[in-house]
């Protein structure tokens, strides 16, 4: 356990994130417009936002999931470890995203490979 950064901080944190995030979820529901009474272009703009709120609700899960990891690696000991080294992550990093789980190093090769 990291004893230079102060765990209970991150922990609410993303405890804070993950209730603004499962407060916020919409339901996906089926598109439904009747073709009589909307013209083409609005059932166009509406189908796109329909797209953009789905590609917004993966993105919430995504990170729903990182969020949970991170609070579980903290009860086992591991937060604020790099999952693929093991070296620290750097608290200026977790400030910016607590639910970071790798070393800024290991990111940006994974970004690149």
């Known amino acids: 356990m990291r004893d230079d950064i102060d765990i209970e901080y991150f922990r609410k944190r993303l405890e804070q994130r993950l209730k603004e995030l499962t ?3 919409e339901t996906d529901r089926p598109l439904e417009l009747d ?3 909307v013209g083409r272009l609005s059932r166009m703009d509406a189908m796109q936002q329909q797209a953009m709120s ?20 903290m009860a086992a000991g591991e937060y ?6 093991e070296e620290d992550i750097a608290e ?19 970004d690149n490979g």
Not at 54 to 73: D, N, P, S, W, Y
Request: hydrophobic fraction near 35%; charge should be positive.
């Open 23 to 25: 407060d916020n979820q």
């Open 54 to 73: 789905q590609a917004a609700g993966r993105l919430a899960a995504m990170e729903v999931q990182r969020i949970r990891t991170a609070i579980k690696r």
């Open 35 to 37: 073709p009589s009474r």
């Open 92 to 110: 200026g990093r977790l400030r910016v995203d607590p639910s970071a789980l790798t070393c800024i190093d290991c990111a940006r090769a994974a």
């Open 80 to 85: 604020g470890y790099c999952m693929n080294c």
